[in-house]
């Protein structure tokens, strides 16, 4: 996800100026298995979306294979919708007048056996066996009743490290919800044309080596970790509306399943979450096909048509030249969606968000937003991340390319903003005074600020640096062989390291350490790695 920052506006002004953008199924559960057909994670929906209502009322089947055979949890994000937040971030978030919605899970049992709704913020435990009061989630009662307290992490059995094999057989999780949906400038909210969903259906908590990952949703960065899965998902709405999804839906027509209403079945493989937007007769579209997927623009009549053709041209030429340089897409759709709200830019597998703005008028600045979604679709998308602990891995990693993209195809803006992030990026001595550094997780980032200038910005100056010392295309061949080899699943900090280690021929700790850990003492010695670096490419 790509926030407002200050250094936007300084970026559009020199641009302006050198110029004059129900069933589903979720998979993966367990890092090890990502791959593995036989223990993929199936999600299987069936909702119903009432727009004028502002409801949305449905049931999730979960097929999976556990890897703790005690007990799993459900990441519920909808539940920190439901209460009323305070602070400046969540106002910075949410917007000053965000109005919540509320959330009720009417029903839950595992293997058709009822059990009772032991949740602690966003977190949901389900009992596999043995007594249901015996609760794993720090603070959660044994009761049943509900509580707001945050959680992160729980261990797996074995210090951490879940068992080599799963279960022989899948369980079946099945959960009945209603919600009202609230009113804000964030990934899930509503406005007269439309309303968009993201991360709202539940997903299987992520559980390994470290544990249980059951990190609280906040209001900085993308606070999610999720595997790739498969999802079957039947949306009924009323007749006169249509959406965009995560699924590739452009040949279902949806069937009238009773008077007034019609019913989509929607379906995608190897996928993280499953977004999906409702919109009124307000949206029209254009497509254009690249390779063998669909690039799809949704906005409407009343957005300006010069800003939505520049919004799909930046759309159709970075997903080509992301496609050209990091690999085959996978899927056959993409869509990027004109949404309401004030996210600015979020990312979902086959669709992303663009918030009003970047339609009502002319907007360069649209242009890097549009490039950096769609650049999520290869990290994040196709190579998943722990996005709570690790950032920088999915975020700098995507505007390092969407930068690459702009200089090839708009150097004027490509220029601006590659200087404002070598600015942002390099000083950063003010951060490591006070402890704060790129590789760190959500919660230490004391605001946004420090969030851009750390993991967009630090880590793609160092990127921006090693493609000098290396040139674009070996930088991007290294990346691209990064994607294939972590493709579908889930990639770790550690691994980038490694990587970046073999394509130098060195160990790479020396310039990690300094560019990610912040550790000023390994200055000299990161300097001196990315000059032998310089050596071997002059050699």
């Known amino acids: 996800m790509r926030k407002w920052a200050g250094w936007l506006a300084g970026a559009a002004l020199v641009w302006s100026a050198a110029s004059g953008a129900g069933a589903g199924a979720a998979g993966g559960y367990g890092a090890d298995r990502g791959g593995d057909a036989g223990g993929k994670t199936r999600y299987l929906a069936d909702v119903r ?78 009992p596999l066996e043995g007594e249901a009061g015996s609760s794993g989630v720090k603070g959660a009662p044994a009761d049943g009743k509900e509580r707001a307290d945050g959680v992160s992490r729980v261990p797996s059995a074995s210090n951490g490290v879940p068992p080599a094999a799963g279960a022989a057989e899948p369980v079946t999780l099945d959960l009945a919800f209603t919600m009202t949906l609230p009113h804000n400038q964030g990934r899930m909210s509503l406005d007269e044309h439309a309303i968009w969903l993201g991360n709202w259906l539940p997903v299987l908590a992520v559980i390994d080596r470290n544990g249980w990952h059951l990190d609280p949703y906040g209001p900085i960065g993308d606070p999610f970790y999720s595997e790739t899965s498969d999802y079957s998902v039947n949306v009924t709405v009323p007749e ?11 040949q279902v027509a949806g069937f009238t399943s009773a008077p007034g209403l019609k019913t989509y079945r929607l379906r995608a493989e190897n996928v993280r979450d499953f977004a999906l937007v409702i919109m009124d007769r307000t949206y029209q579209r254009t497509e254009t096909t690249v390779g063998g997927t669909t690039v799809r623009s949704w906005w409407r009549t009343t957005d300006a048509p010069g800003q939505a053709r520049l919004v799909h041209d930046a759309a159709v030429k970075s997903f080509a030249y992301f496609q050209h340089q990091f690999g085959p897409y996978p899927y056959r759709e993409y869509d990027v969606v004109r949404t309401g709200g004030g996210i600015n830019g ?34 994040y998308g196709i190579v998943g991340n722990d996005q709570v602990n690790e950032a920088w891995l999915d975020e700098g990693l995507t505007e390092y390319a969407s930068l690459s993209f702009l200089e090839r195809w708009y150097p004027p803006l490509g220029d601006a903003l590659v200087v404002q992030r070598l600015v942002r990026g390099t000083a950063a001595d003010a951060y490591a005074e006070k402890n704060v550094r790129p590789w760190q997780p959500l919660r230490l980032f004391p605001d946004n600020d420090s969030y851009s200038d750390l993991v967009y910005s630090r880590t793609a100056s160092m990127l921006w640096l090693l493609r000098e010392a290396w040139g674009e295309e070996r930088l991007n061949r290294m990346l691209r062989q990064f994607v294939t080899s972590h493709r ?31 550790d000023q003492s390994r200055e000299a010695a990161a300097e001196a790695w990315l000059d032998r670096q310089r050596g071997a490419k002059r050699q």
């Open 240 to 250: 006169g509306y249509q959406l965009a999804s995560t699924a590739d839906d452009r």
């Open 49 to 126: 979306v009432e727009p004028q209502q502002k409801r949305v009322t449905g049931s999730v089947q979960v097929q999976f294979w556990p890897r703790d055979g005690k007990k799993a949890y459900l990441h519920v994000y909808p539940f920190a919708f439901a209460e009323r937040h305070d602070g400046p971030l969540w106002q910075e978030f949410l917007g000053k007048d965000a109005v919540p919605g509320t959330y009720h899970i009417t029903r839950l049992s595992v293997q058709g056996r009822p059990v009772p709704v032991q949740r602690a913020g966003t977190v949901v435990e389900v």
């Open 346 to 379: 979020m990312e979902y597998p086959g669709l992303v968000f663009l918030d009003g703005r970047h339609y009502e008028q002319v907007f360069a600045q649209s242009i890097a937003a549009v490039a950096h979604e769609t650049a999520h679709q290869w990290f």
């Open 488 to 518: 579908f699943g889930v990639a770790t900090g550690a691994d980038w390291k490694a990587a970046l280690s073999r394509e130098a021929g060195e160990d790479a700790e020396p310039f990690v350490a300094y560019w990610l850990q912040l």
